[in-house]
C-alpha cells in the first residue's frame, strides 16, 4: 500500500535553533517528491521538489534530503525564525493512469518559541 | 493573479443540507483538484479535472459532484451533507498532470456538518 509516514508528529523548538524532520515512505514508482509548508489557516505552498536521481536541494534555510534506496527523506531547517511555525508535509508522487498521483503525509507540526 | 480563489472561508451545514463549494483559478491551469484534509490526516483527493468538461473520481468520492464549465472554474457539490464530511476541503490547480509541475492551493473551506 502507498504510504507516506513524517515524524515527530510535533516539534517545539526555540528561535535560532536548528531542526530536522523525517518522512519515510513505501510509495511505487517513485516520481518526485515534495515538501509543503502550510501556516495555520492557509493552503499547502511548495518548498522543495526532489526528483529520484538528487540527493539533496536548498531553498533558503531550508534543505531537503532524499535516499530514493531507503525510501526516505528529510527537511532541515536552519536558523528557525517564529515565522516558521506551521505544519510541514511530506507528498510523494507516482504516475498512475496517465496522471500525477500524490500521496500525502499527514504532516509535522513546528512550532518555533522566541 | 489572484492564484487559486476559494469560497467561502466557513460554513455550518445542517445535515441533509446541501452546498456548492466554488473555487476559481486564474493560471489559465488546465487541471484542477478537490482535497479534504481531516484532522490528523494526510490530504485525500476526491475529486479532479483535466479540463473543461472533463472530470473524475479521486480516492474519496462518495457523497460529492462535480462539475467543470469552463477551465477557470471547479465547484464541489455536497447534495446531502453528512457529520463524516466536517472536514477542511481545499481546491487545487496545476498547469499539467505529469512531470514536475507543481499543485497550486487555495485557502481551504473550514466545513462542519452538525
Known amino acids: 500500500k502507498n504510504q507516506v509516514e513524517q515524524s515527530p508528529q510535533s516539534l517545539i523548538i526555540l528561535e535560532g535553533k536548528n531542526c530536522t524532520l523525517q518522512?519515510?515512505?513505501?510509495?511505487?514508482?517513485?516520481?518526485?517528491l515534495r515538501w509543503y509548508k502550510q501556516d495555520t489557516g492557509r493552503g499547502p505552498v511548495s518548498l522543495t521538489i526532489?526528483?529520484?536521481?538528487?540527493n539533496t536541494k536548498s531553498n533558503g534555510r531550508y534543505t531537503a534530503t532524499l535516499d530514493a534506496d531507503t525510501k526516505q527523506s528529510s527537511l532541515h531547517i536552519t536558523a528557525s525564525q517564529l515565522s516558521d511555525s506551521a505544519s510541514y508535509i511530506c507528498v510523494v508522487i507516482f504516475l498512475s493512469g496517465g496522471y500525477n498521483k500524490l500521496i500525502f503525509g499527514a504532516g509535522t507540526r513546528l512550532a518555533v518559541h522566541p | 493573479n489572484a492564484g487559486v480563489t476559494q469560497t467561502p472561508k466557513f460554513r455550518i451545514l445542517k445535515i441533509g443540507q446541501s452546498m456548492t463549494l466554488q473555487c476559481t483559478q486564474d493560471?489559465?491551469?488546465?487541471?484542477m483538484y478537490w482535497y479534504r484534509q481531516d484532522p490528523g490526516m494526510g490530504l485525500k483527493l476526491i475529486y479532479y479535472?483535466?479540463?473543461?468538461?472533463?472530470?473524475d473520481k479521486g480516492e474519496v468520492p462518495n457523497g460529492y459532484n462535480v462539475s467543470r464549465s469552463t477551465t477557470e472554474d471547479f465547484p464541489l457539490r455536497l447534495e446531502l451533507a453528512a457529520p463524516s464530511q466536517t472536514s477542511v476541503y481545499f481546491c487545487?490547480?496545476?498547469?499539467?498532470?505529469?512531470?514536475?509541475?507543481?499543485?497550486?492551493f487555495g485557502p481551504g473551506t473550514r466545513l462542519t456538518v452538525t
Open positions: 493560471m489559465n491551469h488546465n487541471y
Open positions: 487545487a490547480s496545476s498547469y499539467s498532470g505529469t512531470g514536475t509541475y507543481e499543485q497550486y
Open positions: 526532489m526528483t529520484f536521481s538528487e
Open positions: 518522512c519515510n515512505y513505501t510509495v511505487s514508482p517513485f516520481s518526485n
Open positions: 479535472s483535466v479540463g473543461a468538461g472533463i472530470t
